[in-house]
């Protein structure tokens, strides 16, 4: 009876975190709310993140850490269209480099009851160089307005 109970319990704990959460749609439920629900007064929230991290071996570079992040937006106010502009810095000298590589950002608007989609484009990044071992990629999506999910 104990080995039962124990089975079960490390099935149900395992069961626990073994949820998945993913990034999702955006919907026009989303894009018509006009305010966070448990804070009116947000300019603007995160609906959702999640970050992945992963060693890899390349023959050409060796061991590489990637990570990739998913992040939803939803901008209230004209206060929160700051929350569209990011910047990601990194170390880079002359002999090692990091990259930053922005690979799915989209605008979300909702434009006569139907969802418009606007790409980031190269036009939208840019690299500054900070210091002799930093640089910053910075990146400002378009098309954001009041309402919209970046």
Same mark, same amino acid.
């Given at each position: 009876?104990?080995?039962?109970?124990?089975?079960?319990?490390?099935?149900?704990?395992?069961? $626990?975190?073994? *949820?998945? *959460?993913?990034?999702?749609?955006? /919907?026009?439920?989303?894009?018509? *709310?006009?305010?966070? =629900?448990? %804070? @009116? %007064?947000? =300019?603007?929230?995160?609906?959702?993140?999640?970050?992945?991290?992963? $060693?890899?071996?390349?023959?050409?570079?060796?061991?590489?850490?990637? /990570? %990739? $992040?998913?992040?939803?937006?939803?901008?209230?106010? &004209?206060?929160?269209?700051?929350?569209?502009?990011?910047?990601? @810095?990194?170390?880079?000298?002359?002999?090692?480099?990091?990259?930053?590589?922005?690979?799915?950002?989209?605008?979300?608007?909702?434009?006569? %009851?139907?969802?418009? &989609?606007?790409?980031?484009?190269?036009?939208? *990044?840019?690299?500054?160089?900070?210091?002799?071992?930093?640089?910053?990629?910075?990146?400002?999506? @378009?098309?954001?307005?009041?309402?919209? $999910?970046?």
């Amino acid at each position: 009876m104990k080995t039962i109970c124990l089975y079960l319990f490390v099935f149900f704990t395992f069961s $626990i975190f073994a *949820q998945k *959460q993913e990034l999702g749609k955006v /919907t026009i439920d989303e894009l018509k *709310q006009n305010s966070h =629900p448990s %804070d @009116p %007064d947000a =300019p603007a929230a995160i609906l959702f993140e999640k970050g992945n991290s992963r $060693i890899e071996y390349n023959h050409t570079h060796g061991f590489m850490l990637l /990570t %990739d $992040i998913d992040v939803k937006i939803k901008i209230y106010t &004209k206060d929160g269209l700051a929350y569209a502009n990011k910047k990601i @810095p990194f170390y880079a000298t002359s002999s090692t480099k990091e990259t930053v590589n922005i690979s799915k950002a989209f605008t979300y608007n909702l434009v006569n %009851d139907k969802i418009e &989609k606007t790409k980031l484009n190269n036009d939208g *990044q840019f690299v500054d160089v900070l210091s002799e071992y930093w640089s910053e990629k910075r990146i400002a999506m @378009p098309n954001v307005r009041e309402g919209a $999910i970046v």
